[in-house]
């Protein structure tokens, strides 16, 4: 198991990495998938999650895949 302070972000590397979109903003990587997209949110929230969502959804660099 690798903890997050262990982690590196080296394009090279053949990983998958699983992050928050929270801990993913200043990032970027070659592909991003998202999945959940299509779940229920917070009416009271929903501005602040749409924002959160585009920052992970920009994080791509050549492929982005989102699952409802």
Known sequence: MTYQDDITFA????????????????????????????RLVDEGRKDDEARLLYVAMTRATRELMVVG
Do not use: N, Q, Y
């Open 11 to 38: 394009e090279k590397e053949d990983t998958v990495k699983f992050l928050t979109m929270h801990s993913c903003k200043g990032l970027e990587f070659p592909l991003v998938a998202i999945p959940g997209a299509g």
